[in-house]
């Protein structure tokens, strides 16, 4: 609390000040004319940074109408005066070059902005959109100028997939490893939450920008700005087409039983003026995916020759096929000088059928979802005076999901091994719509922009669930399970089973847990924020920025939140005369997490509140019944199953001490511009995460008196009545240190590059949803954060090769995360099956007993005992992981020719004669490549092959950390399970979609 004092006082400091200096230069006001229209300046340049003179300028408002024409001078520089404070786009052409249109930009008065403008060869067909301030081949100390942000359009946004799940696990790579648990945020049109829209639609993407700003939430470190297009002046579109087949991918390591499949996807955007003062955006997506999803499990498999269950393994593909429709129409009114009205909807509709929750989910386990969602948006823009620019912003969401299981029968789960019966999520259908309200206004006066505003948000939530109300039988090992198979085959019953278990092994379940109660449910969270910002340029060479946040939320004693932030960019040894080369940009703030609608729903499901309509789960400790075929199978249900337990229902509460998680980050960085077309970042991050939430049990068994030891033979539970109760506890920590290095370089002409390296070092307790294996004392689970990997590379490149083929490298590759070493059984009886063994002397293995395994951590016992020394939270290493993704492609002008530049024969030394009146398309390139004449055409197709993980790295995820000692018959004594240490899928997201390693996609599209 005294750091936010302390950090107070120069926030109001700092106000103060600029304030007072804003009034003091208004008393020395310049002419009105000059007061109240901006100016915009820069150059225009072609790919290897040579200026293009005479080129013509024109500055149109956000719907297409011109409002200025100039002309570059002989070195290349334009200047645009005398604007008004508004929203802009700025237009440039070239013949022999491609078209360039800047996204909308918002000018204040007496504002001097810098737009450098690079054009790339008509041939090259992709456009390339640089500002100063955006592209990373310049430093400033404008507050959103941070060189280890990105801006991707034109050129760069080709690099990325058009399949929209790619498309997000590019993005979520070219964020980088944000800082603690929470991950990033994508922001869509300036909305959070919602689906991505088509590449086509995406005007721009702007990654780690301004990482301090008083505007949002979250850090600005792993957020993603998506700005879809808006409407044109003129006629345009686009039509694409991808499509893939298992026979262009390679097998899975688990399984060569995979049926075929396929996918394909059709897309197409068109916009055009609708009237004088309209314009309009529409953009249209099918996907059809029918890929598989890989099971591999160890389980029990009636072997006739014996006439007994045995242990065997069941591997495959289950084909899982689902369909995705994105259709998106958009409106752009100017509704006067100073009005710009932007309307937009969105329809989302998802279908997909046999899906598996985890490799080791068998076919019986696949559930079917069905999900719409339909998206309501208007951005209103203001110009209230010549300094004042105001944005009012709403959106309304409308989600619809419906979930259907392949089978009703209890689950059956042996950890690690296999799950089998029915999904235990069963039927489940829910709609939940989301209000989101934004108004922000910009204040520009003299050196200073006054930034301020709300946003608000409201989630209201409506599920029907029977989830839980199937069952779950839970096995310690795959042995246990045989041996229940095998005596209930024999006519016993699970109490003579367990009777008859040899001493020291568990031969029946260890737990059967049920839900019962209501099945329909409501909730609504209301989150409400009010920021505001100064951003002051002191001097040309340092720029001071200070702000602060204040978040409420309903239905948590945690209502009133501030969250100062403060950062600086500082150019030393400049003087205000050529770019700056050197900036040293800084800042530190306060970033929380807010409560989410799910907790609020899992509250009002099980809140346990006797006054109250509420599910109930029901834990049963080594239950005397089972049955896979139904729990109203079972005779005399429940109390034939264990009369003792049947009342233990497990709660869901909020502690009535929760204060809302937050970060407190502190960055330092240097910015250097290393040549005209490269810059170099180095950035250190340092971050606290206080009050971050674990779901402990909070009526724990007593602990024996001096200690923190429990389980259930030391005492009882504070709450006698009651069982486990998982409550929300917001006192867990995590520290974390980041290195970053961040580099952008153009080399040539043809090759450029950017990318980055991040090191990261992390400790927590825990602290992000995790549950403690100790609910007394979060610090015996205090080491090394799951999260994290260590080192982490990220590099794209561009480069256009011989006859005009780019290619488009995405390498990505970093370092194992820890994961967890634990018992296979619960050994608190909290129902979190992450206790962890203790180091023992190697003298006790190997062993007879089932205590104590040898591994490869050393000799483990399994039930420690008060004084033991546990093995650290997060001890193993999962393996590393590499990708390379590859796009090739290849663009041909087609249609009426454009004017020509340059001189040589009109199509080069083939003339007209190879291409049947199309000419020769690669002698056009060749010439272009070479300085000489260029033919640019009104269209444009491309043909182009993505290839993802081009080299089929096998790319194992995260392995099995449960110990479950197994007897080794032919020594007679304890070792791990065969799958202790062992992966069983492929690691997910950009390194493998599961069925295949390498993957290769085939696209078209064509311009027009």
Same mark, same amino acid.
């Given at each position: 609390?005294?750091?936010?004092?302390?950090?107070?006082?120069?926030?109001?400091?700092?106000?103060?000040?600029?304030?007072?200096?804003?009034?003091?230069?208004?008393?020395?006001?310049?002419?009105?004319?000059?007061?109240?229209?901006?100016?915009?300046?820069?150059?225009?340049?072609?790919?290897?940074?040579?200026?293009?003179?005479?080129?013509?300028?024109?500055?149109?408002?956000?719907?297409?109408?011109?409002?200025?024409?100039?002309?570059?001078?002989?070195?290349?520089?334009?200047?645009?005066?005398?604007?008004?404070?508004?929203?802009?786009?700025?237009?440039?052409?070239?013949?022999?070059?491609?078209?360039?249109?800047?996204?909308?930009?918002?000018?204040?008065?007496?504002?001097?902005?810098?737009?450098?403008?690079?054009?790339?060869?008509?041939?090259?067909?992709?456009?390339?959109?640089?500002?100063?301030?955006?592209?990373?081949?310049?430093?400033? $100390?404008?507050?959103?100028?941070?060189?280890?942000?990105?801006?991707?359009?034109?050129?760069?946004?080709?690099?990325?997939?058009?399949?929209?799940?790619?498309?997000?696990?590019?993005?979520?790579?070219?964020?980088?490893?944000?800082?603690?648990?929470?991950?990033?945020?994508?922001?869509?049109? &300036?909305?959070?939450?919602?689906?991505?829209?088509?590449?086509?639609?995406?005007?721009?993407?702007?990654?780690?920008?301004?990482?301090?700003?008083?505007?949002?939430?979250?850090?600005?470190?792993?957020?993603?700005?998506?700005?879809?297009?808006?409407?044109?002046?003129?006629?345009?579109?686009?039509?694409?087409?991808?499509?893939?087949?298992?026979?262009?991918?390679?097998?899975?390591?688990?399984?060569?039983?995979?049926?075929?499949?396929?996918?394909?996807?059709?897309?197409?955007?068109?916009?055009?003026?609708?009237?004088?003062?309209?314009?309009?955006?529409?953009? &249209?997506?099918?996907?059809?995916?029918?890929?598989?999803?890989?099971? !591999?499990?160890?389980?029990?498999?009636?072997?006739?020759?014996?006439?007994?269950?045995?242990?065997?393994?069941?591997?495959?593909?289950?084909?899982?096929?689902?369909?995705?429709?994105?259709?998106?129409?958009?409106?752009?009114?100017?509704?006067?000088?100073?009005?710009?009205?932007?309307? @937009?909807?969105?329809?989302?509709?998802?279908?997909?059928?046999?899906?598996?929750?985890?490799? $080791?989910?068998?076919?019986?386990?696949?559930?079917?979802?069905?999900?719409?969602?339909?998206?309501?948006?208007?951005?209103?823009?203001?110009?209230?005076?010549?300094?004042?620019?105001?944005?009012?912003?709403?959106?309304?969401?409308?989600?619809?999901?419906?979930?259907?299981?392949?089978?009703?029968?209890?689950?059956?789960?042996?950890?690690?091994?296999? $799950?089998?019966?029915?999904?235990?999520?069963?039927?489940?259908?829910?709609?939940?719509?989301?209000?989101?309200?934004?108004?922000?206004? #910009?204040?520009?006066?003299?050196?200073?922009?006054?930034?301020?505003?709300?946003?608000?948000?409201?989630?209201?939530?409506?599920?029907?669930?029977?989830?839980?109300?199937?069952?779950?039988?839970?096995?310690?090992?795959?042995?246990?399970? /045989?041996?229940?198979?095998?005596? @209930?085959?024999?006519?016993?019953?699970?109490?003579?089973?367990?009777?008859?278990?040899?001493?020291?092994?568990?031969?029946?379940?260890?737990?059967?847990?049920? =839900?019962?109660?209501?099945?329909?449910?409501?909730?609504?969270?209301?989150?409400?924020?009010?920021?505001?910002?100064?951003?002051?340029?002191?001097?040309?060479?340092?720029? @001071?920025?200070?702000?602060?946040?204040?978040?409420?939320?309903?239905?948590?004693?945690?209502?009133?939140?501030?969250?100062?932030?403060?950062?600086?960019?500082?150019?030393?040894?400049?003087?205000?005369?050529?770019?700056?080369?050197?900036?040293?940009?800084?800042?530190?703030?306060?970033?929380?997490?807010?409560?989410?609608?799910?907790?609020?729903?899992?509250?009002?499901?099980?809140?346990?509140?006797?006054?109250?309509?509420?599910?109930?789960?029901?834990?049963?400790?080594?239950?005397?019944?089972?049955?896979?075929?139904?729990?109203?199978?079972?005779?005399?249900?429940?109390?034939?199953?264990?009369?003792?337990?049947?009342?233990?229902?497990?709660?869901?509460?909020?502690?009535?001490?929760?204060?809302?998680?937050?970060?407190?980050?502190?960055?330092?960085?240097?910015?250097?511009?290393? =040549?005209?077309?490269?810059?170099?970042?180095?950035?250190?991050?340092?971050?606290?995460?206080?009050?971050?939430?674990?779901?402990?049990?909070?009526?724990?068994?007593?602990?024996?008196?001096?200690?923190?030891?429990?389980?259930? !033979?030391?005492?009882?539970?504070?709450?006698?009545?009651?069982?486990?109760?998982?409550?929300?506890?917001?006192?867990?920590?995590?520290?974390?240190?980041?290195?970053?290095?961040?580099?952008?370089?153009?080399?040539?002409?043809?090759?450029?590059?950017?990318?980055?390296?991040?090191?990261?070092?992390?400790?927590?307790?825990?602290?992000?949803?995790?549950?403690?294996?100790?609910?007394?004392?979060?610090?015996?689970?205090?080491?090394?954060?799951?999260?994290?990997?260590?080192?982490?590379?990220?590099?794209?490149?561009?480069?256009?090769?011989?006859?005009?083929?780019?290619?488009?490298?995405? @390498? /990505?590759?970093?370092?194992?995360?820890?994961?967890?070493?634990?018992?296979?059984?619960?050994? !608190?009886?909290?129902?979190?099956?992450?206790?962890?063994?203790?180091?023992?002397?190697?003298?006790?293995?190997?062993?007879?007993?089932?205590?104590?395994?040898?591994?490869?951590?050393?000799?483990?016992?399994?039930?420690?005992?008060?004084?033991?020394?546990?093995?650290?939270?997060?001890?193993?290493?999962?393996?590393?992981?590499?990708?390379?993704?590859?796009?090739?492609?290849?663009?041909? &002008?087609?249609?009426?020719?454009?004017?020509?530049?340059?001189?040589?024969?009109?199509?080069?030394?083939?003339?007209?004669?190879?291409?049947?009146?199309?000419?020769?398309?690669?002698?056009?390139?060749?010439?272009?490549?070479?300085?000489?004449?260029?033919?640019?055409?009104?269209?444009?197709?491309?043909?182009?092959?993505?290839?993802?993980?081009?080299?089929?790295?096998?790319?194992?995820?995260?392995?099995?950390?449960?110990?479950?000692?197994?007897?080794? #018959?032919?020594?007679?004594?304890?070792?791990?399970? !065969?799958?202790?240490?062992?992966?069983?899928?492929?690691?997910?997201?950009?390194?493998?979609?599961?069925?295949?390693?390498?993957?290769?996609?085939?696209?078209?599209?064509?311009?027009?």
């Amino acid at each position: 609390m005294q750091i936010k004092r302390f950090f107070f006082v120069i926030f109001l400091s700092t106000c103060i000040l600029g304030f007072a200096s804003a009034k003091a230069r208004a008393q020395k006001a310049a002419p009105a004319h000059a007061a109240s229209t901006a100016t915009l300046e820069g150059y225009v340049a072609d790919p290897t940074g040579a200026r293009i003179p005479g080129t013509q300028i024109i500055v149109t408002n956000a719907l297409g109408v011109t409002v200025k024409k100039v002309y570059a001078d002989l070195k290349g520089n334009f200047t645009v005066t005398g604007l008004a404070a508004g929203k802009y786009i700025v237009e440039a052409q070239v013949p022999g070059f491609t078209f360039y249109t800047s996204p909308a930009f918002a000018l204040a008065a007496g504002q001097i902005k810098v737009a450098n403008i690079t054009l790339t060869l008509k041939v090259a067909q992709q456009q390339v959109h640089v500002h100063a301030t955006e592209s990373g081949l310049s430093v400033s $100390t404008a507050p959103s100028a941070n060189t280890n942000s990105m801006v991707i359009t034109g050129k760069k946004l080709n690099t990325l997939s058009n399949d929209p799940s790619e498309l997000a696990n590019e993005l979520q790579a070219l964020a980088g490893p944000s800082a603690g648990p929470s991950g990033g945020q994508i922001y869509i049109d &300036g909305f959070t939450g919602g689906q991505l829209p088509p590449k086509s639609a995406i005007e721009r993407i702007v990654v780690n920008q301004n990482p301090f700003s008083a505007k949002y939430s979250k850090l600005g470190y792993g957020r993603i700005e998506i700005l879809t297009k808006p409407g044109s002046a003129s006629f345009h579109g686009s039509m694409f087409v991808m499509g893939n087949d298992s026979a262009f991918n390679t097998l899975n390591p688990f399984t060569g039983a995979i049926p075929s499949y396929h996918s394909y996807m059709f897309n197409g955007t068109v916009s055009g003026p609708i009237a004088k003062n309209a314009s309009y955006f529409f953009s &249209g997506q099918q996907r059809n995916l029918q890929n598989d999803d890989i099971y !591999t499990a160890r389980t029990a498999v009636f072997d006739p020759t014996t006439n007994a269950y045995v242990e065997a393994t069941q591997a495959g593909g289950l084909l899982s096929p689902g369909t995705y429709t994105n259709i998106s129409p958009r409106i752009d009114l100017q509704l006067g000088q100073n009005n710009t009205l932007s309307l @937009l909807y969105q329809y989302f509709r998802t279908n997909q059928t046999n899906s598996l929750a985890g490799s $080791t989910s068998l076919p019986s386990q696949a559930h079917s979802a069905t999900s719409t969602e339909n998206i309501f948006e208007f951005d209103d823009t203001q110009i209230i005076n010549s300094n004042l620019v105001n944005e009012t912003r709403f959106e309304f969401r409308r989600a619809n999901s419906l979930e259907n299981p392949a089978s009703v029968t209890p689950s059956v789960v042996v950890p690690t091994f296999f $799950t089998a019966g029915g999904d235990s999520a069963q039927h489940f259908s829910m709609y939940h719509n989301h209000y989101e309200f934004q108004d922000f206004a #910009t204040l520009t006066a003299g050196h200073q922009t006054f930034n301020f505003g709300t946003w608000d948000f409201d989630d209201s939530e409506n599920i029907t669930t029977n989830g839980g109300f199937n069952g779950s039988f839970d096995f310690q090992s795959l042995n246990s399970y /045989l041996d229940t198979l095998n005596g @209930l085959a024999k006519g016993e019953t699970i109490s003579e089973i367990a009777a008859a278990c040899p001493s020291g092994q568990v031969c029946t379940p260890i737990k059967l847990d049920y =839900t019962t109660g209501p099945e329909d449910f409501a909730g609504n969270v209301f989150t409400g924020a009010l920021f505001f910002e100064d951003d002051w340029q002191t001097t040309p060479n340092l720029t @001071l920025s200070a702000g602060v946040r204040f978040e409420t939320q309903n239905h948590v004693p945690d209502h009133a939140d501030w969250a100062p932030r403060f950062d600086f960019a500082w150019a030393p040894g400049h003087k205000g005369a050529g770019p700056q080369k050197t900036v040293i940009r800084g800042g530190y703030g306060f970033f929380y997490r807010r409560f989410a609608v799910g907790q609020l729903m899992n509250l009002e499901q099980f809140n346990g509140n006797p006054n109250s309509l509420h599910q109930q789960q029901h834990v049963i400790d080594n239950p005397t019944c089972f049955s896979s075929t139904g729990l109203d199978s079972i005779p005399n249900f429940p109390s034939s199953c264990g009369a003792a337990t049947t009342g233990t229902s497990q709660i869901d509460s909020l502690s009535p001490t929760y204060r809302s998680p937050y970060t407190e980050m502190l960055a330092i960085g240097v910015e250097r511009q290393l =040549t005209k077309n490269s810059t170099l970042t180095f950035t250190y991050l340092h971050s606290y995460g206080v009050h971050r939430l674990v779901t402990r049990d909070a009526n724990a068994y007593e602990p024996l008196p001096g200690t923190v030891f429990y389980n259930s !033979t030391t005492g009882p539970r504070p709450n006698p009545n009651f069982g486990p109760i998982d409550q929300y506890y917001s006192e867990g920590i995590f520290k974390e240190n980041q290195i970053i290095v961040n580099f952008n370089a153009q080399l040539t002409r043809n090759f450029g590059f950017f990318g980055f390296y991040n090191y990261s070092v992390a400790n927590t307790d825990g602290g992000g949803g995790s549950n403690p294996s100790n609910s007394y004392d979060l610090m015996q689970d205090y080491g090394r954060a799951y999260w994290v990997h260590p080192q982490f590379v990220l590099l794209v490149g561009t480069y256009t090769g011989p006859f005009g083929i780019i290619f488009n490298p995405f @390498l /990505l590759a970093h370092q194992g995360h820890p994961y967890n070493i634990t018992t296979s059984t619960d050994l !608190t009886g909290d129902n979190f099956f992450n206790d962890r063994p203790a180091y023992a002397s190697s003298s006790f293995c190997p062993s007879t007993s089932s205590t104590y395994v040898a591994t490869s951590f050393g000799c483990l016992n399994v039930n420690p005992q008060p004084g033991d020394t546990l093995v650290p939270i997060d001890l193993g290493n999962s393996p590393s992981s590499v990708a390379m993704n590859l796009r090739v492609s290849r663009a041909f &002008g087609v249609g009426p020719k454009g004017p020509s530049v340059g001189g040589g024969p009109p199509m080069g030394p083939h003339g007209r004669g190879g291409f049947h009146g199309f000419g020769n398309p690669f002698s056009g390139l060749r010439h272009a490549i070479n300085g000489h004449h260029e033919i640019s055409r009104k269209y444009t197709l491309t043909f182009s092959a993505h290839l993802l993980n081009l080299f089929n790295d096998i790319n194992y995820g995260t392995p099995s950390g449960s110990i479950i000692p197994t007897l080794d #018959t032919s020594t007679g004594t304890y070792v791990p399970d !065969t799958r202790f240490e062992e992966s069983t899928n492929l690691a997910g997201g950009i390194f493998s979609n599961g069925s295949s390693a390498r993957r290769i996609y085939l696209h078209a599209s064509f311009v027009f």
